[in-house]
């Protein structure tokens, strides 16, 4: 399943969320996969614990991570969720904070579909009117109007 | 991007070099010299907390430890922790052999190793069967390190045998000669040889001994024992060097001064040879104070300690041993400064011309990027952001004509060895390097972004174009 795909059948979409800081961030974009049986909690610990023992490793661009672990980190199944803050939090990156969109990826293996997905976000995210509309959207449905036109758009690349 | 010609290399910046060289041997050690130094001042039988258990570390570790870390470095300089191994192997001869600490053949055989290792490696490069690389890495390191272990332990004996034969009879000579203070230019640098026991016992013990039974007291006892010279030069490290040198001097000054183990000086010396000036000059201006003083000891201040020597000082004869040993500080101190200096000078010079040598290097290393085959994506897990990554890098080659190219993803810890580029996101990009010492690593900011990449692929693109 797509990265937007999934974003649109499970909804694991939240906007504007309010985080102290970048752990409290991750653990609040987390518990939508651990709670809908994507992960364990354990494995939002291990980004945490990847993250404070690499730097951060997964700052994908300015503003923008895409937090994530090892599959054997305690993933059940393959998910996403889309995560904007309220205002952005300091991860470390000194080019590209601060962070305000998060990513969070869960992979069970090297499988097509994983790359597929991972093609997908980098296209969103090198797309500036989209994450532009993401930042400034008032409400989840915004929200899944703009992922379904980047869906079609992404597909007809 | 331009290359640079290379240059010919002044006989200035050769100086520098080995200047740099010898002090790169030295100074990552310098912790275990103060280590031994400490255990030294404190547990030895006439030290400040005698200990025979704690004490039987002393011994071992000047013997064998701390030249065999030189070794091990000189090697590693030359060819990384390959020739830093066959390094210590080779050292072992020397100390083997001498049967008194060797830190001199250490600085000798350590790098000299590292050269036989590297030359046979180039010359077999590409030469090896498939599958026996292990094989032959392991024997040739193991036959040459034993090779160079048995030449050294039957060369350096005689070697030994015949500078403490000078030695001994220069000093003797001049003893006899009442020119006392040309003994300096003898027993300084027998000192940084470990050859000061042999000095002592064989010549100014003796003479010394039977001054004592004449006279109530002997200069002798002093010549080698001043702890001024050796003092001056540490005071010029603490106040005029830099980083580890300079950090490291106050303690070595309490381990020397106050404890007595001249061999801690010993390193700073042999960091940068030119030193043994200074504490020739600090020498040769000791024993002519005490010479003019009538200056003598009752008895052999050991360890050589500020504290010993005013002890074994005689009734009323305090005060021009003191004198003795501040003048030969002050001279040493004065002569070592400017020395220090300049040392240190290039320090700095050599931070510059460390970051232009490492962009050089950069720009040859390129230019063998040439002949790139394949490029590897790294991330953490090895499927994630390195799968996007490489998606995105596999296309823009394409588009740029260097489709041949491969482009796979892995984890950081699986990249393959001989990989010659690899691409990661900057935070992992130490580790990359750490583990993949041959491989060209980048580490971009912006993995979503084109431009990074671009940036990489226009580097690639040109250098196939320069190659051909």
């Known amino acids: ?157 | 991007m331009t290359v640079t010609a290379k240059g010919s290399v002044s006989s200035r910046v050769r100086v520098q070099q080995f200047g740099r060289f010898l002090s790169g041997m030295v100074m990552p050690n310098l912790g275990a010299f103060i280590a031994w130094g400490l255990i030294t001042a404190l547990f030895i039988p006439t030290g400040w907390i005698p200990n025979e258990k704690l004490s039987s570390l002393v011994g071992p570790m000047i013997t064998y430890l701390l030249p065999l870390l030189i070794g091990f470095t000189g090697g590693k300089m030359i060819w990384g922790i390959r020739g830093g191994v066959v390094g210590a192997v080779a050292t072992m001869g020397i100390v083997v052999g001498a049967g008194i600490p060797m830190f001199l053949g250490a600085m000798l055989i350590g790098p000299v190793a590292g050269v036989c290792v590297k030359y046979f490696d180039k010359s077999v490069e590409g030469k090896v069967p498939a599958g026996f690389e292990m094989l032959v890495s392991n024997f040739s390191a193991g036959i040459i390190a034993m090779l160079l272990a048995l030449v050294s332990l039957m060369a350096i004996q005689p070697v030994v045998a015949g500078l403490m034969h000078v030695l001994q009879s220069s000093v003797g000579w001049v003893v006899d000669h009442r020119l006392l203070p040309l003994a300096s230019l003898f027993i300084e640098p027998g000192k940084i040889l470990f050859l000061n026991n042999a000095i002592n016992h064989g010549v100014l013990g003796p003479l010394g001994v039977a001054q004592v039974a004449e006279h109530g007291k002997s200069i002798l006892f002093l010549l080698e024992a001043n702890p001024g010279p050796g003092l001056g030069i540490l005071l010029a490290y603490w106040l005029f060097s830099k980083g580890t040198a300079k950090a490291s001097a106050p303690g070595a000054i309490i381990i020397h001064f106050l404890g007595g183990i001249h061999e801690i000086y010993f390193p700073y010396v042999l960091m940068n040879p030119l030193l043994i000036l200074s504490a020739i000059a600090g020498g040769m201006t000791g024993v002519t104070t005490f010479m003019m003083l009538g200056a003598g000891e009752v008895a052999s201040p050991s360890p050589g300690s500020i504290f010993a020597v005013m002890a074994v000082a005689p009734r009323g004869g305090l005060l021009p041993v003191l004198a003795g040993v501040a003048a030969a500080a002050l001279v040493s101190f004065l002569v070592a400064i400017p020395l220090v200096k300049r040392a240190a000078g290039s320090m700095k010079e050599d931070e510059i011309a460390d970051s232009l040598s490492d962009a050089q290097t950069a720009m040859n290393e390129m230019k063998n990027l040439g002949k790139v085959e394949s490029i590897v994506f790294a991330c953490d897990a090895g499927m994630g952001t390195s799968a996007m990554g490489a998606t995105r890098l596999r296309k823009l080659l394409g588009e740029a004509g260097l489709g041949d190219i491969k482009v796979t993803h892995c984890a950081v810890d699986e990249v393959p060895r001989g990989t010659s580029v690899a691409i990661c996101q900057k935070s992992l990009a130490d580790r990359v390097r750490a583990s993949n010492p041959g491989t060209k690593v980048f580490g971009i900011s912006n993995l979503v972004n084109a431009s990074e990449y671009q940036g990489i692929v226009d580097e690639l693109v040109a250098l196939r174009r320069d190659k051909v």
């Open chain 1, 1 to 157: 399943m797509g990265f937007f795909e999934y974003l649109l059948n499970n909804r694991t979409i939240a906007l504007n969320v309010d985080a102290t800081d970048w752990i409290d961030a991750i653990r609040k974009g987390g518990a939508m996969l651990t709670d809908n049986g994507t992960c364990e909690q354990k494995y939002i610990d291990a980004m945490i614990n990847g993250c404070v023992r690499n730097g951060p490793y997964f700052v994908i661009g300015p503003g923008i991570a895409m937090p994530h672990s090892r599959p054997e980190n305690g993933v059940l199944k393959a998910g996403y969720a889309l995560v904007t803050l309220k205002s952005g939090v300091e991860f470390g990156d000194g080019e590209n904070d601060p962070i305000d969109v998060l990513i969070f990826m869960a992979a069970k293996d090297q499988a097509s579909h994983t790359e597929e997905a991972m093609s997908q976000i980098a296209e969103f995210c090198d797309n500036a009117d989209w994450l532009l509309e993401l930042r400034v959207a008032k409400d989840a449905n915004a929200v899944i109007d703009l992922l379904k036109r980047a869906e079609k758009a992404c597909v007809s690349r």
